[in-house]
T-cell receptor
Framework: DVKVTQSSRYLVKRTGEKVFLECVQD?????MFWYRQDPGLGLRLIYF???????EKGDIPEGYSVSREKKERFSLILESASTNQTSMYLC????????????FGDGTRLSIL | AQSVTQPDIHITVSEGASLELRCNYS??????LFWYVQSPGQGLQLLLK??????LVQGIKGFEAEFKRSQSSFNLRKPSVHWSDAAEYFC??????????FGAGTRLTVKP
């Protein structure tokens, strides 16, 4: 079974802090994704990576950056956290191809105070 | 522009009753179509997917979905709902890895 592991289930940080969210997958998937989930808005793509050191902006990249130094690991970075970044963050991975389903981690609920 | 609409924010059904969750999409071409389920405190799990061929697809946990090209719809159904089906359900459509569009979700409550 595919396992996507997010390092924290709950995280509380302060405004202005640099925040790292980590995600690891164990299925050798080429693609990895970071989504933000807010009530009534569904999932919105922040960043997508299709290979090591390769990334593409999603729909809402402002205020975020990502890092993919190894195939299995994809990190989301909030350079200077703000209260409007309080949300649920979901990491996913998949094989290459639009027909490939995405496999999700359990999410990190991030609160910025 | 690509979009996915799940018209029902919240649905309540009695245990044992049938269920239909609606999904409509707007896309330039026929996309790949997915249904996911999210139980409280967990990530999304794939229920089923449609690429081509038979327009009625079977998934896990007794769910099925029907693709209707003329209506741009991909509705999810289950003949008899169990209490454990209470969760949030997301429809997703896309063609490429980076253009998957998720609906806003439908929260299902199951009454005893």
């Amino acid at each position: 079974d595919v396992k996507v592991t997010q390092s924290s289930r709950y995280l509380v940080k302060r405004t202005g802090e640099k925040v790292f969210l980590e995600c690891v997958q164990d299925m050798d998937h080429e693609n990895m994704f970071w989504y933000r989930q807010d009530p009534g808005l569904g999932l919105r793509l922040i960043y997508f990576s299709y290979d090591v050191k390769m990334k593409e902006k999603g729909d809402i990249p402002e205020g975020y950056s990502v890092s993919r130094e190894k195939k299995e690991r994809f990190s989301l970075i909030l350079e200077s956290a703000s209260t409007n970044q309080t949300s649920m963050y979901l990491c996913a991975s998949s094989f290459d191809g639009g027909d490939q389903p995405q496999h999700f981690g359990d999410g990190t609920r991030l609160s910025i105070l | 522009a690509q979009s996915v609409t799940q018209p029902d924010i919240h649905i309540t059904v009695s245990e044992g009753a049938s269920l239909e969750l609606r999904c409509n999409y707007s896309y330039g071409a026929t996309p790949y179509l997915f249904w996911y389920v999210q139980s409280p405190g967990q990530g999304l799990q794939l229920l089923l997917k449609y690429f081509s061929g038979d327009t009625l697809v079977q998934g896990i946990k007794g769910f099925e979905a029907e693709f209707k090209r003329s209506q741009s719809s991909f509705n999810l159904r289950k003949p008899s709902v169990h209490w454990s089906d209470a969760a949030e359900y997301f429809c997703a459509v896309g063609v490429n890895n980076n253009d998957m569009r998720f609906g806003a979700g439908t929260r299902l409550t199951v009454k005893p």
